[in-house]
């Protein structure tokens, strides 16, 4: 099971950070944030980033679907806190790009979420439209070390 | 079906109010916030309510559940769009009271929701105790026309 | 708070009935069913018996919401044990029907649900149609006294 | 993105399986169900499963907490079918062991999710137990070609 690599667990990797609610439904029996509402508060963090940057404007009308997601639970989460999810792209494919996240909860990193989005069989026939490539580099994450 | 009373549609008959954030999760079929996510907004409202007013502190180690709860849908909610929902205390009874609440999205009434609170059965035995029925009193919602 | 009518707490008032699998999320803190789960439960137990019923078919394409809910909890429910929804329909006025709920669990009444569909505005300038009305009609509940 | 292996396609990989009722909820905007309801499924899977093969009980009250979730969505799911969910073990660790998981919808595979469960930290200081080991490897999936 490897773990994160360390430069996920700093805000500073990402190129946007943003604060997300939690709620009352998230606690499982022992009181803590369910990992499944881990991966709701994730895909709220993704759809909120690609409408700030803009992404789904640049991809037009084409269909893109959630092919893997990865979730790393680092520590417990709390409610009623909120939660900030630091977001940004990772590697960008023929018909694929991540969408890399990291959930802090008190300044603490509780877990990290790796998803891959694809676009669609049908859409994406010649692989990204270049100027949608072009908007996802924008908003690369910042490897520790490339700096 | 009767409908929620008029002065339910102001946010000035209420003593709290605060911002709730939507989830992509909420989106039913037709891309509008499905009814049962209203009903978790309005848990989350109504828990967030009682923590900033103290009321489970003053209840002590009191155990509480919602013996009913009544949602009345009055517009469509749209994701990513924060709501507002508008928090107050209704009827105070000997082991009960209300909660009253409605929920605004771009200035506009979208549903009311009314919990009715029960002390547990065990806890419960000789009816609210007089501290938390004061602290329940100082959150009273205001009707119209009778202020 | 008036309580559910005696009769809708026997499954014998309803047309139909089926069980529906709770969810390890569906439970609070407490490790009870949280009531934001039995409101879920509801709506899946009301499109199952609408599939079942053949109700949206007979409907067309027109659109019908929820106008209001109400729920009424009478114990409290357990996960992994499955719940039985019993299911029919209520009163049937100009644009709108009721579905009414019971949920039992290991044979008790745990909550009441009352919902109140109505036909889109747009589509339901002439009220209900006569072949929808009466398929409505064929899976009314039987309220006790009245048999 | 490496995709899943192809023996976690075939029911026959697995020791255990059970039907899974989605929900109308677990769909999202285009009608398929979402990629956090699938999350929520396989949850539920795990610990009915969990459940059946008395692994809590051989466990005690010792805690454990899932510490990485990785699902590859393979093809898109529908409601109000139910799916089914195949179970087994993984990898057995020193403090953790993976419980393996494939959901089909009509006899298709759509989803894998693999979940690494930690004992607490200070539950587990010496490891698993050797009772609770032995009761995780009679529950072990079956690799392709290996057996």
Known sequence: ??????WRLSPDAYPHSQP???RFGDMDVLGHLNNVAFAALF???R?????????WGALLNRRAVVAQMEINYLAEGQYPDDVKIATGIGEIGNRSWQILAT???GGQPIATCDATVVMDKDAGGNGLPDAFRAELAKWRVREGGEA
């Open 1 to 6: 099971m490897p773990r994160p690599a360390p």
């Open 20 to 22: 997300i609610q939690t």
């Open 43 to 45: 895909e709220t963090g």
């Open 47 to 55: 759809t909120k980033f690609n409408h700030h940057a803009g992404l």
């Open 103 to 105: 959930m802090f909860q």
